[in-house]
C-alpha cells in the first residue's frame, strides 16, 4: 500500500511540475479543464472560447519549449513526432527537429553499479582500462569505451541511465491521461488525432529501452550484408550484453558529417555516396529491414570507404507485398502519372476511394508539373511535398512509410553534398525496376503457384457446401452484387478471365470426385488438366498485371 501511495503522489507530483511548464508556455488550459482548476475558474490562466486562438502560428515553437523543459520522455516524443509531418504537420515537424537530446552525464559510480547489477559481475571481471567519461551521453543511454578483459579488444559500452526506465513509464501514463484530454475538448485538435501519436511512442520507446531489442537488431542487420564487403555493422558481445547494457566492437573512423566537410582527398565521396543509396535501398527493397534514422551522425566512414551503420535501436520492417508495392510507387513517382499514383496509394490502402477527391487529384497534378518539367534528379522535394499533400487531405499514412520518406530524404542529402551531380531518381528507377521484374522471375512464380495451389486445395475440401449454401441462397433471393465503376473494359475482362477460372476449378474439383476416367498417382486427369489449365492463366493475368506497371 505504501509503494502505491508513494508511486500516486510522484504521480502527481509530476503532473503539478508538467502543468507549470505548460502554464508557462500558454498551454495550462489543458489541465486546468480536468482539474479543481475548472470549480474555481478565477485560477485558470485564460479562458477556452476559440480553438483558432489556441491554435495560433506560435504552437511550434511552445511546443518545442514544452517538451525540451519537460525531459528525456517529452524530448523522445518531440523527435518521434518530427518524423511524423503526417500526423502533426509540417510545421510542427520541422520545429521539433530542432530538439536536442542532450542531457547532464551522469556519474560514473552510479553507470558502474548498473554494469554490475545487470552483468552480475565486478567491473574490473570484464574490462580494463575504463574510461570514466563518456564519448556520449543522451536522456537514456551514456557511452563508455574500455577494453575486454579476456583478449583486449577496444570496446563501447552502452549503459542505460539509472531510473530512466520508471522516469519514462510515470511520463508515459501522463502523456496518455494529457492526450485523452487534449482530444476531448479541443475541437480542432482531433485531426492530431494525439491519443494514437501517444500510442505509438509507447511502442517506440519501449522498444529503446530494452537495449536487447539493438542486440537484435545488430544481429539481423549484419547477417543481411554479410556478403557485402563495403558495408560493416558492429559487433556484439552478446555476453556482455542485457536488456541495459550493450557491450560492442568500438568502430574506428569518421562520422559522415565530418567526411562531408573534409577538403582533402582521403575519401572518394562520389562512391561513398552510392554505397550510401545503394545499401539504403537493399535495406527497405530487398531485406525489409531498414534503418530507421540513417542521418550523418549514425553513419560512420572506415578505412577504403567502407559504410557502417550505427545506433541500431530503432528499425522498420516491411513485408514482401509492401516492398513490391513501394517499387511501383517509386517508379510511378519518377514517372509522373497522376492517375497511376492515385491508384497505387488506393491499392496499398495508404488512402482509401472517397479520399480520392478531385482536390487530391488537382494537388497531385500541381506536384507533377512542378517536378515533372524537366529531369527529375532529386527525390527529397518530391517526396516531402507529397507528405504535404497527403497532410492537407487528411490522409495519416502508414509509419513505415513515413520512415522510409525520411530514410531516402537523408540519405539523398547527404548524397548530394557529397557528389552534387548524384542522380537519385535515376539510381532509384533501376533498383525499383529490378524489383519489380523479380515479381515475374520464375522462383516467384513457383512460390506463388504453390500457394495457389495449397488455396486450391482448401478450396476443393470446402467446394461442397460452398455450392451448397450459394444455391441456397439463391433460390432464396438472398445474394446481392454490387458493382464499381472503375473502367468497364478493364473489368470485364477480369471478370471474363476470372469466370473462366472459377469455371475450371469448379469442373476440375468435380472431376476429382468422380471414380471414372483415366488417372495418373491415383488422381484423375481430367482434374489435373483442369487445374493446370486454371494455374496457367492465374499466372497469365499475374504478369500481364506486372506488364501493365512497368508502363
Known sequence: MKVRNKTKNSDIQRINQIYKVLKKNDFGYLIEENTFFKTFPFLRNRKINDDAELLDGTIPIRVRKVLEELGPAFIKLGQMLSTRPDLVGLEISEELEKLRDETPITDFSEIKEVIESELGLPLDKIYKDIDETPIGSASIGQVHTAKLKKDNKKVAIKVQKPKSEEIIMSDLKIMKFLAVRIDRYINKSKVYNFPAIVMEFEKTILKEINFLEEVRNMEVLANNFKTIPYIHIPEAYIQYCSGKVITMEFIEGKQLSEVIEDKSDKYNKKLIAKRGMDSYFKQVMIDGFFHADPHPGNIIILDKNKVCYIDMGMMGILDDTFKENLAE?????????????????????????????????????????????????????????????????????????????RGLALIEESGKKLNPEFDTAEELKGLSKKI??????????????????????????????????TLSKLEEGDITIKLKHEGISEISKQVTTAIIIAALIVGSSLALFADKGPTLFNIPILGLIGYIISFALGMYLVVQYIMFNLD
Do not use: C, W
Open 329 to 405: 510507387l517509386i517508379l510511378l513517382l519518377i514517372n509522373g502519372n497522376t492517375d497511376n499514383i492515385i491508384n497505387q496509394l488506393i491499392y496499398m490502402d495508404i488512402i482509401t476511394p472517397a479520399q480520392n477527391t478531385p482536390e487530391l487529384k488537382a494537388d497531385i497534378n500541381d506536384l507533377m508539373k512542378k517536378y515533372y518539367g524537366t529531369k527529375l534528379k532529386n527525390v527529397n522535394g518530391s517526396i516531402e511535398d507529397l507528405l504535404d499533400v497527403m497532410v492537407k487531405n487528411n490522409v495519416v499514412l502508414p509509419r513505415e512509410f513515413v520512415m522510409i520518406a
Open 436 to 469: 519489380i521484374l523479380h515479381k515475374a522471375s520464375p522462383q516467384r512464380l513457383v512460390k506463388i503457384g504453390s500457394n495457389y495451389l495449397l488455396e486450391i486445395g482448401h478450396l476443393a475440401k470446402n467446394l461442397p457446401n460452398t455450392v451448397n449454401n
